[in-house]
């Protein structure tokens, strides 16, 4: 593809709709929530692995 007949031109603006704030635009990218609820497994996943073999004394303990 040759762009050489628009390489040239203006970027297009509207004349109709006023351009958003930087700030505006950039939240549009910040993260968000997408699976919600999985902190909530990954803290209880967590919580229920605490205990764990210890080899030395063949014990299940609390983990610190």
Same mark, same amino acid.
């Given at each position: @593809?040759?762009?050489?007949? =628009? =390489?040239?031109?203006?970027?297009?603006?509207?004349? *109709?709709?006023?351009? @958003? #704030? @930087?700030?505006?635009?950039? $939240?549009?990218?910040? #993260?968000?929530?997408?699976?919600?609820?999985?902190? $909530? *497994? =990954?803290?209880?996943? $967590?919580?229920?692995?605490?205990?764990?073999?210890?080899?030395?004394?063949?014990?299940? *303990?609390?983990?610190?």
């Amino acid at each position: @593809m040759n762009y050489d007949d =628009i =390489i040239g031109l203006p970027h297009p603006t509207s004349k *109709v709709h006023p351009r @958003m #704030p @930087m700030a505006d635009r950039a $939240a549009q990218f910040s #993260p968000f929530a997408a699976l919600t609820g999985f902190e $909530a *497994v =990954i803290e209880e996943t $967590a919580r229920t692995e605490a205990l764990k073999w210890e080899p030395d004394d063949e014990a299940w *303990v609390e983990s610190p």
